[in-house]
Every structure is written in C-alpha cells, then in structure tokens.
C-alpha cells in the first residue's frame, strides 16, 4: 500500500471545531481509541454515529470482555466505556458524519449539524450484520436472535437452534454453536453452498448438524419473556410454507463495513473493508487511521475492535509529534 499525504491548507472552521483528533465511531474501537487520545493529552472529538455504542448495544449479555466475571449488559457496556472516556477529557458527540474530506488537510468532516477539522482522524465507523429484512428479527435480537456465535452461542445450551446462511460463516458458527446445542439445523436458501470446500465437510460431518435447503425464513416466532418457538419458513423451489420448531436463530448471511462515506478517498477490499498497514493501523491517507470491525472482517469481538482502537490511538498520536509537534 503506497500511502499519499494530502495538501495542507488553512482550517477554515471555527477554532472550537478544529480538534487534532476527531474519531467517527462509538463501538469498543472508537471508544477506546477516544480512551487513548484522551489520556494522551489531545482532547479528542468522537462523532458517535447513528448507532452510539455500536454493535453491543443490540445484544444482552457480553459474558467474553474480560474484567467482567459476572458478564455485563451491552449497552451497560458501552455506556461505562463512554463515562470512562468523558472522564479524560474526550468529547462525545450524538453527530453522525455525512461528508468526508480526506484530499487535504486538516480534514474535512460534515455532519448534519457542524462542520469540523481534524489533523488526525481515526476511522471506527464498525460493520453491521446482514439480517433477513423479516418480522420478529428487530423485536427479538438478544432475545433469541443474534448474529454472533461467539458472543451468545453459550446462552444456547441444550437448545434447538437454527442458523440461516450458506457460506464459510454459516458453517463456521453452525459448527462452533454445536458446542452448545443439542441441535443446529441450517437453513440455506439453496440446494448448494457457497462455502468452502473443507469447511462444508466439517459441517457435514457433524452428527449435531441438519440441513433444510432450497428455503427463506419468512419470520420469527416468539416474545422477549418467552423466547424464540418457531420460524416460518418458505421452501422456493416447491412454494410449500411451514413451520419449524427452534428455540433461537443465528443470521451468518454476511456482514456489511460502514465505510461507503470513504469510498473513493481510502483504499479498502473489494468487499469494502479498510485497508491499514499491519500490524498498524494507517489507512493509505497520511494521518488517517482505522480499527474495528470497519478494518476486520476475522475476528469482529469487542475486545479485538478495542485492541486496534487503541493501537489506532497510539499511531495517531505518533504521527501528530512527527507532524504537528
Ligand atoms: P458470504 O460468503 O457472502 O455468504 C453469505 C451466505 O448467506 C450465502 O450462502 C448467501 O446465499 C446467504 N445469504 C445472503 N443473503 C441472504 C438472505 N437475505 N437470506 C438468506 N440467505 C442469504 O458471507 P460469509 O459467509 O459471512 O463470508 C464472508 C467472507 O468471509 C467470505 O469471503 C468467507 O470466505 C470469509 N470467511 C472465512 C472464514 C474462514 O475461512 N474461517 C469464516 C467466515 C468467513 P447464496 O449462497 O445463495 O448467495
């Protein structure tokens, strides 16, 4: 990756909107790389987004973020994360940014209310699970629908349990669910999967694992007090509707990277996640930096999104003595 440093020019915004670090994002990443910036003295602007707290605002328990042995709420969370932040000095902001120039610096930043400048900008705008777009879905996440094996696949023991999907996700948490339950069945909405080769077969290999093809799940049964009790399912090749039995539905049809505001000025995948220099976190723009799951389609947990958020802290603060002084 060839990194470009853009054209300084004079900040024309108000001095109270010029910050030296502005971070976009208010997951773990952003939150802790506010954590960092704050405690290094350079009083940073965090424009929290349309989602403050990110992604652990929409599940219940976090049993796996150490420090927590009794697990903690996700929103309970994200909101200590915040007074920890605020704490140092960082300033938080319900903005979500619109507009971005990254072609000279300081950067340029819009959000619907304000306009602000930036030396240093730290990208943690995270990702966001694809869901089915059907009812019962929004209701119910945390109740019983989740789209993270790894964060809630515990609360599923001895459980029935569906995972929707048909790719190297889908069989990755269909095979670590069996952990769990007693029963994953996997719904695809083909007779063919996209996944790879190996880890189909460790998915049909398993006795815990079946299979219902060629079907969409149309909705979720269930309630917040009593749980998930079935899905509607709708089979596209025979027209047939039905109902199937299960006690929680796991989504593993992909995830999307907030990035689209930086389409364009930041090198990223072809699937649209953020490209950084490992084991940092430059993006290709001099002074630009990302972590969390905008950066991450692998590992996408709280505490690695916090990890190179505050690794993005520790570069941005590097690189403002280098330039700035
Ligand atoms: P993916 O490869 O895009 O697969 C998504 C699956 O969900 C497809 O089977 C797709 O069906 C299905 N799907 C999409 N939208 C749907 C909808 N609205 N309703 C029902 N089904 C829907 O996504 P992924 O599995 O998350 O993988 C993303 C990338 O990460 C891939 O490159 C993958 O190889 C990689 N990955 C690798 C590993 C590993 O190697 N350990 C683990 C996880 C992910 P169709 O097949 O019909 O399109």
């Not at 969370?77 to 605020?86: F, H, N, T």
């Not at 960082?90 to 819009?110: C, G, N, Y």
């Not at 299960?246 to 000025?265: D, E, K, M, S, Y």
């Not at 692998?298 to 570069?315: E, F, L, N, P, S």
Request: with cysteine.
């Amino acid at each position: 990756m060839s990194i470009s440093a853009p054209e300084t020019s004079p900040s024309a915004a108000p001095p109270a909107n010029h910050h030296k670090v502005i971070i976009l994002g208010s997951g773990p990443a952003g939150l802790t790389a506010a954590l960092y910036t704050a405690r290094a003295d350079l009083a940073p602007l965090v424009l929290e987004g349309n989602q403050p707290g990110g992604q652990l605002t929409i599940t219940t328990e976090v049993e796996n973020f150490p420090g927590f042995p009794e697990g903690i709420l996700g929103p309970e969370l994200m909101d200590r994360m915040r007074e920890q932040v605020k704490r140092f000095g960082a300033k938080v902001k319900f903005e979500a940014a619109v507009e971005v120039d990254l072609s000279q610096r300081p950067f340029t930043i819009r959000t619907d209310e304000d306009t602000y400048r930036a030396d240093a900008l730290i990208l943690a705008t995270g990702a966001t699970a694809k869901l089915g777009g059907i009812p019962g879905e929004t209701h119910l996440m945390g109740y019983g629908v989740s789209a993270c094996a790894t964060c809630d696949g515990f609360f599923f023991r001895d459980k029935e349990i569906v995972v929707i999907g048909g790719g190297d996700s889908a069989m990755e948490e269909a095979t670590y669910l069996t952990k769990f339950a007693s029963k994953v069945t996997i719904i695809h909405r083909r007779r063919e999967l996209r996944a790879s080769r190996i880890m189909q077969e460790r998915a049909f290999a398993n006795p815990k694992i079946a299979w219902i093809w060629d079907s969409v799940v149309t909705e979720i049964v269930g309630t917040r007090e009593g749980g998930i009790t079935a899905v509607q399912l709708h089979n596209l090749q025979t027209g047939e509707d039905s109902t199937f039995a299960t006690q929680g539905v796991f989504f593993a049809i992909g995830h999307t990277p907030n990035t689209a505001l930086f389409q364009g000025q930041i090198e990223m995948n072809e699937v649209g996640y953020i490209q950084v220099q490992e084991p940092g976190t430059q993006t290709n723009v001099a002074g630009v930096f990302a972590c969390g799951d905008a950066a991450d389609h692998i590992y996408r947990q709280a505490v690695t999104a916090a990890g190179t958020g505050c690794r993005a802290a520790i570069d941005a603060e590097r690189w403002l003595q280098e330039h700035h002084g």
